[in-house]
């Protein structure tokens, strides 16, 4: 059996974390204070709290549908209310808030990944002969805007510069040159992307070398 419990700051007398535990005999889980937030652990270090057993002897599962009641009734503080839970409750991490310094550590941790060479060549492996699921039609028209939405937005020194170094040295096989030129065959055959190109290129000029003819 299960029950749910919430505590209660007492410097402004209010409702700050609901929770349920299965330990009905002792209430441990209701007690415990190690397992928590830092946002708990922040207001416990600033007031006094009590503890209340707001329904007892029920079955798991109604508790957890109680909870999730329960912090939609005295919300979140992500939602306006004066609890400090980052799930909306209930089983697993719905509604789970992450703030911007765990965002960071993900981001960091993936780049830390995807810079060893030993992990890119598992994860080349691995997706070797996967096929794609086919893109629906809508999903097409909006990558074609999120595109559009881009289109002509100017890139910054340090983004031509690294994108300069990437393509440093880079050697291209016959297959890849054949696609490119058969691309920019095809973009020359549109009239209207034509048009574009020659007069993006109206004024500028075209550095040669010494030594090129």
Not at 144 to 157: A, D, F, I, T, V
Request: hydrophobic share 30%; net charge positive.
């Amino acid at each position: 059996m299960a029950y749910v419990y919430r505590h209660i700051r007492l410097d402004k007398n209010e409702p700050f974390y609901i929770g349920i535990g299965s330990d009905n005999k002792n209430y441990l889980r209701s007690k415990n204070k190690e397992s928590r937030n830092k946002y708990w652990k922040n207001i416990v270090s600033k007031t006094d709290y009590e503890i209340e057993i707001m329904l007892d002897d029920i079955t798991l599962q109604e508790a957890r549908e109680k909870e999730k009641e329960f912090i939609t009734l005295y919300k979140r503080k992500a939602d306006g209310g004066t609890l400090v839970n980052l799930t909306i409750g209930g089983e697993g991490q719905t509604g789970l808030i992450r703030d911007e310094q765990f965002r960071l550590k993900l981001k960091q941790n993936a780049l830390k990944r995807w810079s060893n060479p030993e992990f890119k060549e598992k994860m080349k492996v691995s997706l070797k002969g996967r096929k794609l699921p086919p893109v629906s039609e809508e999903t097409r028209k909006k990558q074609s805007l999120m595109s559009k939405g881009r289109k002509g937005k100017p890139l910054s020194n340090e983004t031509k510069e690294k994108l300069r170094l990437i393509n440093l040295g880079k050697k291209h096989t016959e297959e890849t040159k054949l696609k490119c030129k058969e691309a920019s065959l095809k973009m020359w055959q549109d009239k209207e992307k034509a048009k574009e190109i020659k007069k993006a290129m109206i004024g500028k000029q075209i550095r040669c070398k010494k030594n090129d003819k």
